[in-house]
């Protein structure tokens, strides 16, 4: 399977400062034939279920913000909040859609 | 706009049987192309992948799993199913359905809390 990591597990970032969640996969998540990469990164508010925010590491996904920004390439990926809202407090999980079983990363939990 | 919602019985006996039913609107499981998945997270943990149905008979499932799970749709009624077997108190968790056009999941259920207790 593939290993997900997500670091840090917590971070507190003052409103309108930048989060940045970083993501580390066992294998490279990297397909050369169409040069993209097969990461997705969700929200997930309490009581919520998960939101999609990007796939292919960096498309955004419909009605997301354009603070939200995926970045990264073959095994190293961020999640960048450039100015975080009140909003955007939540946990934000990594997953590879790349191969099966598909898994996600631990999560990493935004706060205020 | 694909709408999700997940049901069954909230509390399972140990060794039996957990079954769940996603009526989905919004969109059909007999159209074909897209996935349709059991996701679950185990209280204040994170997600975990259990499988997929995809052109209304292709399955795939998580290996940890082993052959406890079963995934099946009714097109008649547009309901996606999820049955695990031999529950233990480790099955114990949200169950999400969630479908997408690819690997990811663009919609989303709001949950169903399956909890497994004598």
């Known amino acids: 399977d593939i290993v997900m990591t997500q670091s840090p597990d917590s971070l507190a970032v003052s409103l309108g400062e930048r989060a940045t969640i970083h993501c580390k996969s066992s294998?490279?998540?990297?397909?050369?034939?169409?040069?993209?990469?097969?990461l997705a990164w969700y929200q997930q508010k309490p009581g919520q279920p998960p939101k999609l925010l990007f796939y292919?590491?960096?498309t955004r996904a419909s009605g997301v913000p354009d603070r939200f920004i995926g970045s990264g390439s073959g095994t190293d990926f961020t999640l960048t909040i450039s100015s975080l809202q009140a909003e955007d407090v939540a946990v934000y999980y990594c997953?590879?859609?790349?191969?099966?079983?598909?898994?996600f990363g631990a999560g990493s939990k935004v706060e205020i | 706009q694909v709408q999700l919602q997940e049901s069954g019985p909230g509390l399972v006996k140990p060794s039996q049987t957990l079954s769940l039913t996603c009526t989905v609107s919004?969109?059909?499981?007999?159209?074909?192309?897209?996935?349709w998945n059991w996701i679950r997270q185990h209280p204040g943990k994170g997600l975990e992948w259990i499988g997929y149905?995809?052109?209304?008979?292709?399955?795939y499932y998580n290996p940890s799993l082993g052959s406890r799970v079963t995934i099946s749709a009714d097109m008649s009624t547009n309901r996606l199913s999820l049955r695990l077997t031999s529950v233990t108190t480790a099955d114990t968790a949200v169950y999400f359905c969630?479908?997408?056009?690819?690997?990811?999941?663009?919609?989303w259920g709001q949950g169903a809390l399956v909890t497994v207790s004598s």
């Open positions: 294998q490279s998540l990297l397909f050369s034939p169409n040069h993209k990469n097969y």
């Open positions: 149905m995809f052109d209304s008979g292709i399955v």
């Open positions: 969630a479908v997408g056009e690819e690997y990811w999941f663009d919609y």
């Open positions: 997953q590879q859609h790349s191969k099966g079983p598909l898994t």
């Open positions: 919004g969109a059909s499981i007999s159209s074909g192309g897209y996935y």
């Open positions: 292919w590491a960096s």
